[in-house]
């Protein structure tokens, strides 16, 4: 246990150096960065196979006879940066192995954290859970070569970039982050911010100034997509809309129906013949105790939490009984099961992008359900319809 530093001399060479726990009381009032020090009497030991920041084969550790002064006039300028931006081949390379911690720099094209400044009805501050901040920031950021990092922010770098997006009259579009860790997350890279990390945006320094000053004709508007938590209760089923969709087995997109055949439309996917996997698909009109009203629509995973029943088994059911009545939409009557959820109250997570407010309805899309606040009572099966 102790401090790992990240030190850089005149000729612009890093090398990783450590402070155990045991001698940081000594240097810790000096221990400031962007500082020049003159060190001595330190030890010379192999590089870390875990964690690196730095490519140099040895490192640098604090001992009892380490001296560690700052020097306040050089003359001879040492860089206060020093990045290891790398492209998403780098990481997908030492993906779950834990060994470099590495930098990226792109444009911000996705933006997905809870109390992200929007203006959203019936929003409430999620409570830090413990110690831990519940905060967290997903990004997708577009590297210089195109392809798209999917970024997760924790913590304190969460909450930095949350206060400072916030606080933001004109939003950045140009972010580099430092010291990410590379995971598999359901399947695919992605990156993590450790407790090391610092993130930089558009004219904090020379890189992101640079990268935002070249592609300014090219910078895209940023989507923008916030989550609140609320609580509300289910005042009606909207059938008009249909209760489930047909997706793909693979990658649960809709499937598209072509004059013999389904085929995913999914570019990746685009896969002819698809046997199709019934999933149900929703919207539901909801009121807070405020009165505030509103639309959700509530997919397959979270829908189920809510009828208790797979989608396929009650299509069966209903093909077998003859209920299938004509739906435009749906082309089946709504099950029993689906308008019995009327008079639920849950505790929801809801997601919104500017394509909520800007299309002909305006819809919010339930990305969870918090099971320990949903009644699990059952209403009397008759539907209170709003007039």
């Given amino acids: 246990m102790g401090v790992e530093l990240l030190l850089i001399d005149s000729k612009s060479t890093t090398i990783q150096g450590f402070i155990s726990t045991h001698f940081l009381p000594r240097f810790k009032e000096d221990l400031k960065p962007n500082t020049v020090y003159k060190l001595n009497g330190f030890s010379i030991r192999p590089s870390k196979s875990v964690y690196r920041v730095s490519p140099h084969k040895h490192g640098i550790s604090f001992n009892n006879k380490t001296t560690f002064a700052p020097v306040h006039e050089v003359d001879y300028q040492i860089d206060s940066q020093h990045f290891r931006i790398r492209d998403l081949q780098a990481f997908t390379d030492i993906v779950d192995k834990h060994t470099d911690l590495l930098d990226i720099i792109g444009f911000l094209r996705v933006i997905n954290g809870d109390n992200l400044e929007t203006q959203t009805p019936m929003a409430t501050a999620p409570a830090p859970a413990g110690e831990r901040s519940k905060d967290m920031v997903f990004l997708h950021v577009q590297l210089e070569d195109g392809e798209t990092a999917r970024v997760y922010l924790w913590d304190k770098i969460a909450a930095a970039f949350r206060s400072r997006w916030n606080d933001s009259k004109t939003k950045p579009t140009v972010i580099l982050l430092t010291t990410l860790n590379s995971k598999t997350l359901g399947g695919v890279v992605t990156l993590s911010s450790t407790a090391s990390t610092r993130l930089f945006f558009d004219s904090d320094i020379i890189e992101t100034e640079k990268l935002l000053r070249y592609s ?4 895209t508007k940023v989507e923008t997509v916030a989550s609140f938590i609320c609580t509300a209760t289910i005042t009606d089923v909207m059938e008009e809309y249909g209760w489930y969709f047909i997706s793909c087995t693979a990658c649960k997109w809709q499937l598209e129906r072509s004059e013999t055949t389904f085929i995913c439309p999914n570019f990746k996917c685009k896969k002819p013949n698809t046997v199709g996997l019934i999933r149900y698909r929703f919207e539901v009109k909801v009121c807070d105790d405020s009165g505030n009203e509103g639309t959700f629509v509530i997919f397959d995973k979270e829908a189920l939490k809510l009828v208790v029943r797979q989608a396929p088994d ?10 299938n009545g004509s739906n435009e939409d749906s082309g089946t009557a709504t099950p029993q099961c689906v308008l019995d959820i009327v008079g639920r109250t849950c505790k929801f997570q809801v997601k919104v992008n500017d394509f909520n407010f800007k299309s002909a309805r305006t819809t919010a899309t ?9 009644q699990n009572e059952k209403n009397d099966g008759k539907r209170q319809r709003l007039n």
């Avoid at 300014?216 to 910078?219: E, G, H, L």
């Avoid at 009650?314 to 209920?323: A, H, I, L, W, Y």
Wanted: charged share 30%; aromatic share 0%.
């Fill in 366 to 374: 339930v990305s969870r359900i918090i099971d320990d606040d949903v």
């Fill in 216 to 219: 300014s004709a090219a910078v």
């Fill in 314 to 323: 009650v299509m069966n059911e209903m093909s077998e009984s003859g209920e």
